[in-house]
């Protein structure tokens, strides 16, 4: 079977792919050692009611981060070129999410969302044997009810900002455009 060359002015794409590949492989080592490292440290002697913030934390930053990877996928350029042309701080930026939008959803559902799951499920893990200590009772139900509950509130709250990011994907990617510009102008 004969191989076919790509048309001219089209690029080959799998190194590209591979190179994405390898990119998102060491993002993700490296975010999830940060954060791993993050929650280790602040979990170290903190009692149930802290570790319990730090959870609610992960879980919300899983949910900030699947919204916006679902608005990034769902929005309209359309009125981001406008305010680009008006010079509307974060247009632009915004514009480079729609542009990279499979990218930037990989990045914030899979590498990030994922990660949160899991510093969730250890933190919840932490938890549940704190609790255990506290009450002086070693039972299966404390830690099933605290993974049941963390997974509820996750999928839940995921459900729930996937609503929100298809049917606010302008404001969604508006406001994501904003918080970078403010990294851009520096």
Not at 41 to 56: D, F, N, Q
Not at 73 to 87: E, G, I, L, Q, Y
Not at 138 to 163: D, E, F, H, N, W
């Amino acid at each position: 079977m004969k191989k076919t060359r790509p048309a001219k002015g089209k690029k080959n794409a799998e190194p590209s792919q591979f190179r994405w590949v390898i990119q998102v492989f060491t993002m993700a080592i490296a975010l999830s050692a940060a954060l791993s490292l993050a929650s280790e440290s602040m979990l170290e002697g903190a009692g149930v009611a802290i570790a319990t913030l730090i959870l609610a934390l992960f879980i919300l930053l899983g949910i900030l981060f699947d919204i916006i990877g679902v608005a990034v996928t769902a929005a309209d350029p359309k009125p981001f070129h406008s305010m680009a042309a008006r010079k509307v701080k974060g247009a632009k930026e915004a514009l480079s999410l729609l542009r990279s939008a499979s990218k930037v959803s990989s990045v914030c559902n899979d590498v990030v969302g994922d990660i949160c799951g899991i510093v969730s499920g250890t933190t919840s893990a932490v938890i549940a044997a704190r609790i255990q200590g506290a009450l002086n009772l070693r039972t299966v139900l404390i830690s099933v009810g605290v993974t049941a509950l963390v997974s509820g509130l996750t999928i839940g709250g995921k459900a729930l900002g996937k609503t929100f990011a298809i049917k606010r994907s302008t404001k969604v990617v508006y406001w994501a455009g904003r918080f970078l510009h403010i990294f851009h102008r520096r």
